[in-house]
């Protein structure tokens, strides 16, 4: 896969199918448009995902974004479904005013040789959002690119599939209805760090990961997980938060405990799927109540996955 981030000389390779917009998270309702774009690319079109590197609404509000997929996990998921091409275009002034017929005239017909453009109907672009589907529908002709429009993906109750829907649910814990909307576990992917060591001492060690201020986390408690160490996925616990009972100050993050595991995984980047809320994060008044609780939780995701057969 070619992967352009932070550059204006992008390139698809030759005559190309198009997707376009932010994609945090690839849930359901984004995999209705790739889903179109991979079958574009059996007809011999390069499949090009184009977004923006950092969300323009950070870039223009000055926010730090709270992200479904940081831009590695993005790029890894897209590469594993054999995407030819992922672009994660600059967004700064100049490219904010930039005028829609622009955008489509230089950019998706120029630059990407666009014979196909896929978006969803409330697709928007260029300044202030002028672009939309209309006026990509009316240049399509002039420009010499066929046009694909997916209305919203929608769940049972009748809610549009999106990523401020889901991160809402994220938000309450509700790991269960997460994972459904997305397609797959959500997860985070950090590198491990030490800790500790705390739990080393009476048998049950873990890896400690702080995967950044722009990835959304459910909130502090402990969960069910599974965590892949170089493609093997193993059972595991995850406790999300800043560890109360321990003495010392403590960034918020995950601590894991992987079922019969026991290699170095120090400086790795590790994989930790979320999949069910358990109990929320606890402050013990000593730490013989939370050396029992632990291994409380290690029985509680070891019956979970017995459930789940």
């Given at each position: 896969?070619?992967?352009?981030?932070?550059?204006?000389?992008?390139?698809?390779?030759?005559?190309?199918?198009?997707?376009?917009?932010?994609?945090?998270?690839?849930h359901r309702g984004h995999q209705v448009l790739t889903k179109e774009l991979f079958q574009a690319g059996?007809?011999?079109?390069?499949?090009?995902v184009f977004t923006?590197?950092?969300?323009?609404?950070?870039?223009?509000?000055?926010?730090?974004?709270?992200?479904?997929?940081?831009?590695?996990?993005?790029?890894?998921?897209?590469?594993?479904?054999?995407l030819d091409v992922l672009i994660e275009y600059p967004f700064n002034d100049r490219i904010s005013r930039m005028a829609p017929t622009e955008?489509?005239?230089r950019i998706l017909c120029?630059?990407?040789?666009?014979?196909k453009i896929i978006v969803g109907t409330d697709f928007g672009f260029g300044y202030r959002r002028a672009g939309n589907v209309e006026l990509l529908r009316q240049m399509s002709r002039d420009c010499g690119y066929e046009l694909v429009v997916r209305e919203k993906l929608k769940t049972k109750e009748g809610i549009d599939i999106s990523s401020t829907y889901i991160k809402g649910l994220l938000k309450l814990g509700h790991m269960e209805q997460v994972n459904g909307l997305l397609g797959y576990p959500y997860s985070l992917r950090a590198e491990v760090v030490h800790g500790n060591h705390y739990g080393r001492t009476f048998g049950m060690p873990t890896i400690n990961q702080f995967p950044g201020p722009e990835k959304l986390?459910?909130?502090?408690?402990?969960?069910?997980?599974?965590?892949?160490?170089?493609?093997?996925?193993?059972?595991?616990?995850?406790?999300?938060?800043?560890?109360?009972?321990?003495?010392g100050t403590y960034p918020r993050g995950a601590e894991t405990f992987i079922q019969e595991f026991n290699q170095d995984v120090y400086g790795k980047i590790v994989e930790v799927q979320l999949y069910s809320y358990a109990r929320p994060e606890m402050?013990?008044?000593?730490?013989?109540?939370?050396?029992?609780?632990?291994?409380?939780?290690?029985?509680?995701?070891?019956?979970?996955?017995?459930?789940?057969?």
């Open positions: 896969m070619k992967y352009f981030r932070n550059t204006t000389e992008i390139t698809a390779g030759g005559d190309s199918a198009v997707t376009l917009g932010k994609f945090d998270g690839l059996r007809q011999g079109l390069r499949t090009v923006f590197g950092t969300h323009p609404r950070a870039q223009v509000e000055g926010h730090v974004p709270e992200l479904l997929l940081t831009n590695e996990q993005k790029k890894e998921l897209l590469k594993a479904q054999g955008f489509i005239e120029e630059q990407l040789q666009a014979k986390l459910p909130p502090n408690g402990v969960y069910v997980s599974r965590t892949i160490v170089d493609g093997i996925s193993y059972q595991s616990v995850t406790n999300i938060g800043i560890k109360p009972t321990i003495e402050k013990f008044s000593s730490k013989e109540q939370l050396i029992g609780q632990m291994y409380r939780d290690k029985q509680s995701s070891l019956d979970y996955w017995k459930n789940q057969k």
